[in-house]
């Protein structure tokens, strides 16, 4: 079966401060997508990133990096130089391949980690 | 990326109703799904919305209390009927090509 573990329910840094947070996943398919998703005070989700199984490179978007490691099963989340803005709940969430396609199918999310950036 | 857009974005409801939630996307998708976010959780899939065709659902959700319907490749319909307090959530449905994307969400408090 799949699962996605968030062990960090909250994490409270200081504005500047790096962050990481952590996504360890389990699955048995050898094509499968793992997705952050955030969702700030206002509710919407909002799309941060999805990473294929066979595409282990690091990735980079401005402040926000992302760590996916097969021989450990994780995919974490840093996000550099903190921000208020970044205050939000955090979403991992791990999908197996739709109908074989590259489609992206039901998503298994785990539990969230909050966080709190203060000023 | 596609964009997504729900109808009602919240409603207060009366135990025993029911309610149907819209979802529009702007763009022809292969997948429409329908997830529950309940207070301070995470979300749960309640079921994939197929194109022409019965949704299929997850453990825990039926037909009979979730009807869903996907009449085409960019709407879906989602009912919450005989409403309970428990009901109470905020119900998001996502489309899916490559990425998935959600909705705004429709926030349901029943009282």
């Known amino acids: 079966a799949q699962k996605v573990t968030q062990a960090q329910t909250e994490i409270s840094v200081v504005e500047k401060e790096d962050v990481t947070l952590d996504c360890v996943y389990e699955?048995?398919?050898?094509?499968?997508?793992l997705f952050w998703y955030k969702q700030p005070p206002s509710g919407e989700l909002v799309f941060l990133i999805r990473?294929?199984?066979?595409?282990?490179q690091n990735e980079i978007s401005g402040r926000y990096s992302w760590n996916f490691q097969k021989s450990t099963s994780s995919f974490n989340f840093t996000i550099t130089a903190s921000q208020v803005v970044d205050s939000a709940v955090y979403f991992c969430?791990?999908?197996?391949?739709?109908?074989?396609?590259?489609?992206?199918?039901?998503?298994?999310f785990g539990q969230g980690t909050t966080l709190q950036v203060k000023p | 990326s596609a964009v997504i857009s729900q109808k009602p974005s919240r409603d207060i409801c009366q135990r025993g109703t029911s309610l149907t939630i819209q979802c529009q996307v702007d763009?022809?998708?292969?997948?429409m799904f329908w997830y529950r976010q309940q207070p301070g959780q995470s979300l749960t899939l309640i079921a994939t919305?197929?194109?022409?065709?019965?949704?299929?659902?997850e453990s825990g959700f039926v037909i009979d209390k979730f009807p869903i319907s996907r009449p085409n490749l960019t709407f879906s319909t989602l009912t919450v009927s005989n409403m309970s307090p428990e009901d109470s959530s905020i119900y998001l449905c996502?489309?899916?090509?490559?990425?998935?994307?959600f909705g705004p969400g429709t926030r349901l408090t029943v009282l």
């Open positions: 996502s489309a899916s090509n490559n990425e998935q994307f």
């Open positions: 699955t048995r398919d050898t094509t499968y997508y």
């Open positions: 990473r294929n199984s066979f595409d282990e």
């Open positions: 969430a791990l999908s197996e391949a739709a109908h074989g396609s590259s489609n992206t199918g039901k998503l298994i």
């Open positions: 763009s022809q998708v292969t997948m």
């Open positions: 919305a197929n194109q022409g065709s019965e949704a299929t659902y």
